[in-house]
């Protein structure tokens, strides 16, 4: 029995159907039926990555260990989907779990995966060495439990993101947590936001002085806001648009000052209706909303905005949520009671640095920090066990790639504490320099140069043990490094930045990582810094070491370590880390030719193409891959005696077709048969342009013949006839799909193919 049996009715239907049809579109990738630039953006956009595969070994940042492909098991060729297994990112809107949810992520972890969770710096999780062809059970199983890998990846709005204690923080305007949720159901699957060039990323913060969602680094960014008029508080949000880190960080730009809580989804379709409208969608590398805010100027964009989202159709969605707002809130498990206990040493140690006391009087937030973003299936599992006693389904993961138990009762904190302790998750440090984020580097990422991972290991281990014996200037400091340049470690808005690079040394290659100060983590990642020179990744520790010793040498009063490094000059600290640049020749030293974490002589010949977002592919081409999907599954349908689902499966495989031809010329087509058909019949057939040298309009004919019946047929020979007339019609509509693109030459329709009153006299 599979799992789409057992499942039954616990997933949700349209979520079910989704599945069913990349599933089947797995199955005609595997016959050859779908290209392979449209198969590619499909399985992005449900999450499945292709990954690195260094030579049949990876570095966890401990050492270089076995690579444990599942049972399935097909380990040749390293750089496609099919012979390797490869990683599964799972949206988790603003990081909220439930007890259910990680029960279930450890479980999917533990069967399809190498028992790793992974939490992403977007509040997602990731599962690695994952098998393209358990993706679908992954995913029902999934959905059973109310979670979706739609859209997790791909040219699309990824996940949406907030600040993990909105809603029981003591700086907060008011929690953004409910408009978190409601954009993402509002643009998840949206039509209007399936033709981007790159993906658009979304966060909400409740306070604007703290780092909660990063706004400043974000395609949309909203921070709560409230005004008062005519005696009567109003909440919105201070908006901005067009930020966004990579190689090339741009700051978001300020859009509205105050834009009201009713405009916030018809502003997001607006936005993305003129991103797919005037977005590059050639040039992948100028293909987000930063880029086309620069070519406008804000001033442009705003104004295309306003005037998009006065012309669109209302939409009950864009207010609706709000009607439940009064009654929006985390209730707690139990009654909050002060903490009385003082607990031992290691719970007095781990509490001054993860634990943060809510605004609701006796409850606490407790961190679970986890090294490298990483917990086993079994710590997972555990930890929901421990969430079911203290909390219930208040969890949610966070941007720097932990895990936090909201509305903790204080006076639980130490047995909560010992709990912890027993997983292996009582790790002190939450919020400090040691609570490193970085990617995932060399390890898994095709683009990695050097190893981030084997890096940040290496940092906590060394700051752990002298945590209480820094200044608390420089514990409150933040690490974030990337294995390359793309910023996905987030190393452009920490204190200290770090990023891969490599250099040529005396024959030999040998990994650097480059220097980035200047960036600021608070203030929503107020400020990016910039990259002041390479030096040796095995030398990173004494990068640490130097800088912050003289922070606290030279800082003056309360000076922030941004304001310090403004004040003594960029200048001033490359000259200070000079003599760090120094490589040893190889035969003096062989330590500086390897990375850490790996003992193997340095190399980046395993680099592949990055699969950050797919190729641009057009809404024709992903209507045509949707078509066939549905054809194969009319197919199964029909083999298992179920004529009139297997006619209805083919009928709208023609119907997504045609659709799919019209939006070449009208994208805003709607999925109604009826202006489907009457389109295409004005568009193509009365045009001829759809007719072609060999059958005319012929296959259109089925098209129409079909419409005008308005039952499914019950008989299996009428069934199998529609089925074999919908892959014609399919085929024809590729052919006319390619004439259309100039990749097949045009040509008049042949007299014998037309009907006698429309041949030439």
Same mark, same amino acid.
């Given at each position: ?616 592919? /057009?809404?024709?081409?992903? #209507? ?8 194969? $599954? *009319? %197919? !199964?349908? +029909? @083999? ?69 019946? /308005?039952?499914?047929?019950? #008989? ?8 074999? $007339? *919908? %892959? !014609?019609? +399919? @085929? ?30």
């Amino acid at each position: 029995m599979t799992w789409k049996d057992l499942l039954g009715e616990r997933v949700p239907t349209a979520l079910g159907r989704e599945i069913d049809t990349y599933e089947n579109q797995i199955a005609l990738k595997r016959l050859g039926k779908i290209d392979d630039k449209v198969f590619a953006e499909t399985r992005l956009r449900r999450g499945a990555y292709g990954q690195r595969y260094d030579n049949g070994q990876r570095n966890d940042g401990t050492g270089v260990k076995p690579l444990p492909f599942p049972s399935n098991g097909q380990t040749k060729g390293p750089d496609t989907i099919w012979d390797a297994p490869g990683m599964q990112r799972i949206k988790i809107p603003f990081g909220g779990l439930t007890t259910a949810q990680m029960d279930t992520l450890a479980d999917l972890a533990e069967e399809y995966s190498d028992g790793v969770c992974h939490i992403t710096t977007r509040q997602d999780v990731q599962l690695h060495y994952v098998h393209i062809d358990d993706t679908p059970s992954l995913m029902r199983r999934l959905a059973a439990v109310g979670i979706t890998t739609r859209e997790a990846c791909g040219n699309t709005v990824r996940n949406v993101t907030a600040c993990p204690i909105a809603g029981v923080c003591r700086d907060e305007t008011f929690d953004v947590t409910p408009y978190a949720l409601a954009s993402m159901r509002f643009l998840l699957g949206h039509p209007d936001a399936q033709d981007f060039g790159r993906k658009f990323k979304v966060a909400f913060s409740g306070c604007r002085d703290h780092a909660c969602g990063l706004v400043n680094m974000h395609d949309f960014g909203a921070i709560a806001v409230t005004r008062t008029t005519d005696g009567v508080e109003q909440r919105g949000f201070e908006v901005y648009i067009g930020g966004g880190l990579g190689a090339v960080p741009h700051e978001a730009k300020p859009f509205e000052s105050f834009m009201s809580e009713e405009e916030i989804l018809p502003t997001l379709q607006a936005i993305s209706r003129v991103f797919a409208r005037l977005g590059e969608k050639r040039n992948r590398a100028r293909a987000r909303v930063k880029f086309l805010v620069a070519q406008l100027g804000v001033n442009e964009f705003r104004r295309l905005v306003r005037e998009e989202r006065d012309s669109l159709a209302a939409d009950e969605r864009w207010t609706a949520y709000l009607n439940e707002l009064p009654r929006y809130g985390e209730q707690a498990l139990k009654t909050g009671r002060p903490l009385e206990d003082a607990g031992s040493s290691a719970y007095q140690t781990w509490s001054r640095t993860n634990v943060y006391r809510q605004r609701q009087p006796g409850y606490a937030v407790a961190t679970v920090s986890l090294p490298l973003g990483d917990l086993s299936s079994g710590q997972l599992r555990g930890l929901a066990d421990v969430a079911r006693r203290f909390v219930g389904d208040t969890v949610r993961a966070t941007v720097e790639q932990n895990i936090v138990l909201r509305w903790v009762r204080e006076s639980d904190l130490p047995a909560l504490h010992s709990e912890l302790e027993a997983l292996g998750l009582a790790r002190p440090g939450a919020a400090t320099i040691a609570d490193i984020t970085a990617c995932p580097g060399t390890d898994t990422c095709k683009l990695g140069i050097a190893s981030s991972r084997g890096l940040a290991a290496e940092l906590e281990r060394q700051l752990a043990k002298q945590i209480d014996a820094l200044e608390p200037a420089v514990r409150e400091l933040r690490i974030k490094i990337s294995g390359c340049f793309n910023s996905c470690g987030q190393h452009h808005i920490s204190d200290l930045g770090f990023y891969g690079v490599s250099r040529h040394v005396g024959g030999h290659v040998v990994p650097h990582f480059q220097v980035v100060l200047g960036g600021k983590w608070v203030e929503n990642g107020g400020a990016y810094g910039l990259a002041i020179g390479a030096i040796p990744a095995k030398k990173i520790p004494d990068v640490v070491r130097r800088i912050t010793g003289r922070f606290v040498e030279e800082r003056r009063g309360s000076e922030s370590f941004y304001d310090f490094t403004i004040r003594i000059g960029k200048r001033a600290l490359r000259e200070m880390l000079e003599d760090l640049t120094t490589v040893p020749p190889h035969e003096v030293d062989t330590a500086y030719y390897s990375d850490w974490g790996d003992p193997r002589e340095f190399g980046i010949g395993d680099m592949g193409i990055g699969e950050c977002a797919g190729e641009v592919v /057009s809404l024709t081409e992903f #209507d045509l891959a949707g078509a066939e999907s549905q054809v194969f $599954e *009319a %197919q !199964l349908q +029909l @083999e298992e005696g179920d004529f009139g689902h297997a006619d209805t499966l083919a009928y709208g495989a023609m119907l997504q077709a045609a659709k799919g031809l019209i939006k070449t010329e009208f994208v805003d087509i709607s999925d109604d048969p009826d202006q489907i058909v009457s389109e295409f019949r004005t568009r193509f057939f009365d045009s001829k342009v759809f007719f072609d040298r060999f059958a005319g309009g012929k296959f259109a004919q089925y098209l129409f013949r079909r419409h005008a019946r /308005s039952d499914p047929s019950d #008989d299996a020979s009428a069934t199998r006839r529609l089925i074999e $007339e *919908a %892959q !014609l019609f +399919l @085929e024809a509509t590729h052919a006319c799909q390619a004439r259309l693109a100039g990749q097949l030459p045009a040509a008049p329709p042949p007299t014998s193919a037309l009907p006698p009153t429309e041949r030439p006299s």
